[in-house]
């Protein structure tokens, strides 16, 4: 597994000016939201838990967006006070890394690759650098990545007309160590002082840079054109409740959503736990609509020893029975007992969702509706690409219309009747 990026996200956007104005690229709004939020959600969805943010240009604009929209992110930064090119800003960014292999992503590019296959690929080779490359059919914008039957780099080719080749998709994997042993200047460029001066260069295997094919989607928003393309393909419209069917998976939070919810305290034995009406008999519902039943819960009172995981087991085992006495299912429930919040499986972080889809290859989460009644459920849903459905129980002043809200209901027991 491989758990840090670095995000480079210092570049000024010159192209897109026109377009965006005073706003740094990673920060270019798309389907009313900054870039930057697809880019690091696509990483978190890969596995990444720690990040290292990359910046210059107008900084102080991402760093208030981090501290404001991701609060609960586990990431540092490193601010150029001058332009280190792409080489320098990767090399200062390393000052804060932790682990041996990074990956190395743009703020403006989203390449939705298979990073641990790429990463297993670059520990089966003894990558010093894997460069993972994107077939393209006639394109003039790009240059060609040319690789032999070992996967090994063995040119790169001038940007020119192509009717087809592969191109460098901006997403690297790098060994810390053998990288920062070059001992470059403060100064340089990624791509033509390392990747392209390296090629053939070096006998030592770990020295040398692979590249990996892996035909995905892949956006770059530097252009207007390629900018004004994203805002349609990252736009999403809440579905048709009557529509849903079983390829679709239902999340649901557990405490102030199926059960009463006990004020700044823990429902810490099943004595304390009482259903809202209308609750279990809603999963009856749910089953007949829905492919996967999925409860996604914090529980940090295990955590802060108030209670015991037996004794949340214990909660779960006699909320099912009653589920299924009634009618219903659930396929699985995950919870997060860490105090932490940076914790990746901690809502409104989407690690659980990422987990769910991991055991459950089926789900799709473009085609997944959360259920919560917290401002963190709604956030979570979104971080993980899922709809949003909010329960107004115990927090009934929540504004509606919320970017973060696809759908507003009383009780879950209204959602259950709506479908």
């Known amino acids: 597994m491989i758990k840090e990026a670095i995000i480079l996200a210092g570049g000024l956007g010159t192209r897109l000016k026109e377009a965006v104005p005073d706003l740094p690229k990673c920060m270019a709004p798309v389907a009313g939201r900054p870039f930057l939020f697809y880019v690091i959600n696509y990483l978190r969805s890969q596995g990444i838990e720690k990040f290292i943010f990359s910046l210059g240009y107008k900084n102080e604009i991402i760093e208030a967006y981090l501290n404001e929209q991701f609060s609960t992110l586990n990431f540092q930064s490193v601010i150029e006070l001058e332009p280190l090119g792409t080489g320098g800003a990767i090399q200062l960014a390393l000052s804060k890394a932790t682990e041996r292999n990074v990956v190395i992503a743009n703020g403006d590019t989203i390449f939705r690759t298979n990073l641990q296959k790429a990463v297993t690929f670059h520990d089966f080779s003894n990558a010093g650098s894997t460069l993972l490359l994107k077939p393209m059919k006639n394109f003039d914008r790009y240059g060609v990545v040319e690789i032999n039957s070992d996967n090994l780099v063995t040119d790169f080719k001038e940007k020119k007309y192509y009717e087809q080749g592969t191109i460098n998709g901006g997403l690297y994997i790098l060994n810390v160590s053998n990288f920062l042993a070059h001992q ?236």
């Not at 259903?275 to 996604?296: L, N, R, T």
């Not at 299924?324 to 699985?332: E, L, P, Q």
Request: one cysteine or more; hydrophobic letters at 35%; proline letters at 5%.
């Open 184 to 419: 470059f200047p403060e100064k340089f460029s990624f791509e033509k002082d390392f990747l392209e001066s390296s090629v053939n260069k070096s006998t030592d295997k770990e020295q040398k840079i692979f590249g990996q094919i892996q035909d995905e989607y892949f956006i770059d928003i530097g252009i207007p054109e390629d900018f004004n393309k994203a805002q349609i393909e990252f736009a999403t419209t809440p579905p048709n409740l009557k529509t849903i069917d079983k390829s679709w998976t239902l999340f649901i939070d557990r405490d102030g959503v199926i059960n009463h919810e006990k004020k700044d305290d823990y429902i810490l034995n099943w004595r304390e736990f009482i259903f809202y009406d209308g609750a279990k008999e809603s999963f009856q519902q749910f089953s007949q609509k829905f492919g996967q039943i999925i409860i996604v819960s914090n529980q940090r009172g295990v955590g802060r020893e108030l209670m015991t995981e037996a004794e949340l087991r214990s909660i779960h085992r006699h909320m099912e029975t009653q589920i299924i006495s009634a009618g219903g299912r659930i396929d699985k429930i995950y919870y997060c007992t860490s105090t932490d919040n940076k914790h990746p499986n901690r809502k409104p972080n989407p690690g659980m969702a990422f987990q769910a889809k991991a055991d459950f290859p089926a789900i799709d989460l473009a085609k997944s509706l959360m259920v919560g009644n917290k401002p963190s459920d709604m956030l979570f849903g979104r971080n993980a690409g899922i709809f949003t459905v909010f329960t107004a129980t115990t927090n009934p002043d929540v504004a509606f219309p919320h970017p973060d809200i696809d759908f507003r209901f009383s009780s879950l027991a209204d959602f259950a009747k709506a479908l």
